[in-house]
């Protein structure tokens, strides 16, 4: 028995049969590489967002320490207890509109108002289009953005009024340090002096407005401990707290969301790619077959062969990673352009170690998997069965196989799991995408056996071209999986995007208001819905109370859970976050349904009461008889939960979390909130104009520019997604190449013998038009249905939208993505047509 080849002298022979181009494994380089390109530039561009805003959070946040709260002023022990921290800034947020000119010529533009002083910005400075570095704007004048200044029709030095203040245009916001840290704003931003909204009129009792205070530390404290701090000592105030480590919460959320899910994505596509790489090396190790039987009648053991072609495999493996890496880190510059709006921050270009192991790793394991079975055949058999491999194919044997396999897809699962925000989201996600490519398999294998049962056709072309889709050897399942997963991820894409917007168009218009107007007074109701009448005769008003108070404990009395004890907020209780929206009604609100308990009667004057979403409730386990906490202006407040109710949030309305009984918080400062619709045809500027010059202190947003807004993000997340989907569509073809590689033997000798039989170019080309055109056809059968399901469960199950897609146009993605698969096949499949009988003949 011959001694086993050591790990250098099995390198000396790997390497002379090794081209230095890699003939044979190119294959598996270009699965390989576009699987880890993908990877890698999705965690790289991830990566640098969020380093991006880690790095920036101190200039985001503006300061160390960001403290919020609701329509009051910070009282002079809280404000006390902040500079005792440092230097302190203070000013107000509030959403106002801005009118230029007069009359039927007005102009107007919702806008957020920022009120700052002499100490702002704390970190950085403001930076106008004209060059200038500013702070504070002089009195009388206004920092304004250029989308407000376009909207407005102003120019520098121009006047407009706000509330009942005239301001002049002072300058050009070309660069706001702190702008991420603002949150969302119903309007460009407005920059002026912090004594100015009292000024105006627009921070009287009541109204929507939001102090914001920041400090810079003077010493080195931990911004938790400070915020936490905070929280003992004012545990009613309803303080919303920011440290510079997480200064925009939502933002990191979404950032880190997407980019899981995109990863998800990318490791499905790597999949797919590997079935191209078991092909690839599959063909590869065909191509050998000699010089591993000569190998082996020379003594050389399995475990000889297997070390050879391991180091060859590998090296290959290495090559096309390190590749795929290159690429993903080198284009995350040019991805965050092409993203725009939709990333809160341009990111550079960033060399993130973990995202790029981690794209290393599922390489490296995918290679694992989908080798080990070729590579199983190639050790497992003897060599006068290698020599015969011509005349008798190889059985397959997967038996030595089972453990790297099953290793591989344990540890791609464990990484997978292990590096998840959400691990229960990546465990269905992978057990659904599992799923999916078992279903694919076995459809594959049903259509196989369906063609090789079906009639004998009579026209030659067609029987020869439907024989190759299940004859001996055939990758008839292989490529309806791996084709078929892409196809259908477009098909995905297409149906849940036409549905989404067909559902914006004809349900948007037809239930959302036209007009949302904030900060109405209360004692001038009637005046208000008079002006609506005398102008838009036919109108529809609602208007509700609204409060702004932020819930800080709930639970059975006795054992209430308070907010601030939280170590963390589960994702489906956002209502915990910060303050929220709360009203009172005397009657169950429009587009509510209650699902448990009694609504209280009109006038109740008893202990106070409060209804509840049932999905918070559900998420907190409240119970009917529990209480609820909230703070309101500095005061807590509790109510006893009464009822649980389904909410209609396809209303587009008014859709409060929490509904108090109105002897709860009606003796609270505030005003009202109202919603417009307008009739059919009508015109909306004269309305506009009317509300704005009649209550200057309130704000009237159209609903129709915020619509816009959100389907050009809703386009860029589509484009986000396609492109990553894109990747399992050209896995699927690179798997369609290896197929062909890997029968290109058995292909070019039957090629050769039909010409020898008389079969001309012209009449071969037909046939491979034929057999491609029938695998086209049969993945049209596959990707349609599949890719329409998961859409529809997408958006009437997930969404909860009408199912209304666009046929023409997912077809038209379907019927690009086969002809796109038919050139490539067509492509790859010519070389068999110039081959030369007698060359191939003497060859055999």
């Not at 490296?364 to 058999?381: E, K, M, Q, S, W």
């Not at 109710?645 to 009606?666: C, E, H, K, M, Q």
């Not at 894109?726 to 292909?747: D, E, N, P, W």
């Not at 993945?779 to 909860?800: D, N, R």
Request: aromatic share 6%.
């Amino acid at each position: 028995m011959s001694a086993a080849l050591t790990w250098p002298a099995a390198w000396r022979i790997a390497r002379r049969d090794l081209s230095a181009r890699f003939k044979g494994l190119r294959l598996l380089l270009v699965c390989l590489f576009l699987g880890v390109a993908a990877l890698s530039a999705i965690g790289t561009l991830t990566g640098s967002i969020e380093r991006e805003l880690a790095s920036r959070g101190r200039a985001i946040l503006g300061g160390d320490l960001a403290v919020e709260v609701w329509q009051r002023d910070l009282v002079a022990n809280e404000y006390a207890a902040l500079d005792a921290l440092g230097t302190v800034s203070t000013g107000t947020r509030l959403q106002a509109m801005a009118v230029a000119g007069s009359g039927a010529d007005a102009l107007t533009a919702p806008v957020q108002l920022k009120a700052v002083d002499d100490k702002w910005p704390l970190i950085g400075r403001l930076r106008l289009a004209d060059g200038r570095t500013v702070g504070a704007p002089p009195p009388g004048s206004a920092w304004l953005a250029q989308g407000a200044l376009e909207r407005l029709g102003l120019k520098l030095g121009d006047s407009f009024m706000i509330g009942s203040a005239r301001l002049r245009v002072g300058g050009v916001i070309a660069d706001e340090p702190d702008r991420l840290g603002e949150g969302f704003a119903w309007g460009p931003p407005l920059i002026v002096r912090a004594e100015f909204p009292a000024a105006a009129g627009l921070v009287a009792p009541g109204s929507q407005f939001r102090t914001r205070a920041r400090v810079a530390f003077d010493r080195a404290y931990d911004p938790d401990a400070a915020a936490a701090g905070l929280k003992r000592r004012f545990p009613t105030a309803g303080f919303e707290l920011t440290t510079r480590d997480r200064a925009t919460p939502g933002t990191d959320r979404f950032v880190s969301r997407m980019g899981e899910f995109l990863v998800l994505i990318g490791l499905s596509a790597l999949v797919i790619a590997g079935i191209g790489i078991g092909l690839g090396v599959a063909s590869y190790l065909d191509a050998r077959r000699a010089s591993i039987a000569t190998l082996k009648v020379l003594g050389a053991t399995s475990g000889d062969i297997a070390r050879i072609t391991l180091l060859q495999v590998g090296t290959a493996a290495l090559v096309a990673i390190a590749a795929g890496l290159a690429v993903g880190l080198l284009v995350t510059p040019l991805l965050g352009r092409a993203l725009g709006s939709l990333l809160p921050v341009t990111p550079g270009l960033v060399f993130d170690a973990p995202a790029l192991m981690r794209a290393a790793a599922y390489g490296l394991l995918i290679a694992l998997v989908f080798t080990a079975p070729p590579l199983a055949r190639a050790r497992a058999f003897p060599a006068m069965a290698l020599m015969r491999a011509r005349v008798s194919p190889l059985g397959a044997s997967w038996r030595t196989a089972y453990l790297p396999v099953g290793l591989g897809l344990a540890a791609i699962a464990g990484l997978a799991l292990a590096t998840a925000a959400q691990p229960r989201v990546t465990f269905f996600f992978l057990g659904g995408a599992a799923g999916a490519l078992a279903l694919l398999a076995g459809l594959g294998w049903l259509l196989q056996q369906g063609v090789a049962r079906l009639p004998r056709v009579r026209r030659p072309l067609l029987r020869a071209a439907l024989a190759n889709l299940h004859r001996p050897g055939a990758q008839t399942g292989a490529l309806v999986t791996a084709l078929g997963f892409g196809l259908s991820s477009f098909v995905v894409l297409a149906a849940v995007q036409s549905s989404l917007d067909a559902n914006i168009a004809a349900r948007v218009p037809q239930r959302a208001p036209d007009f949302f107007v904030l900060d109405v007074p209360k004692d001038r109701a009637g005046e208000f819905r008079a002006a609506i009448d005398q102008t838009v005769p036919g109108a529809q008003v609602r208007i509700v109370p609204n409060l702004r108070g932020a819930i800080l404990a709930y639970g059975p009395p006795g054992g209430m859970t308070r907010v601030a004890d939280l170590k963390a907020i589960p994702d489906d209780a956002w209502p915990l976050r910060g303050e929220r929206g709360l009203t009172y009604a005397d009657a169950v609100p429009e587009g509510n349904s209650l699902t448990a308990g009694k609504w209280w009667p009109a006038g109740h004057t008893g202990p106070p009461l409060v209804s509840i979403d049932e999905r918070l409730a559900d998420v907190l386990d409240l119970k009917l008889g529990d209480r609820l906490s909230v703070s309101l202006l500095g005061v807590e407040r509790t109510a006893t939960i009464a009822s649980f109710r389904r909410i209609d949030w396809d209303s587009l309305g008014f859709n409060y979390v929490l509904v108090f009984s109105p002897n709860t918080l009606a003796d609270a400062p505030h005003n009202l909130a109202a919603t417009i619709d307008l009739p059919p045809g009508r015109e909306r500027a004269g309305l506009l104009r009317r509300l704005v010059q009649a209550f200057p202190a309130s704000s009237v947003i159209e609903i129709g520019s915020v619509l816009k807004d959100a389907r050009v993000l809703l386009t860029q997340m589509s484009l986000a997604i396609l492109a990553a989907a894109s990747v399992a569509v050209l896995a699927g073809i690179a798997v369609l190449l290896g197929a062909i590689a890997a029968a290109r033997a058995a292909r070019t000798y039957d090629t050769v013998i039909l010409r020898v039989l008389g079969a001309s170019r012209g009449q071969l080309l037909r046939l491979l038009l034929g057999e491609y055109g029938v695998l086209a056809g049969l993945l049209a059968l596959v990707a349609l249905p599949l890719g329409s399901a998961i859409g529809w469960l997408i958006v009437v199950k997930w969404f909860g939208f009408e199912w209304l897609p666009n046929w023409a146009e997912i077809l038209a993605v379907l019927a690009a993505g086969l002809i796109l698969v038919l050139t490539f096949a067509l492509g790859a499949s010519l070389p068999l047509l110039r081959a030369r009988p007698a060359r191939v003949l003497r060859e055999l």
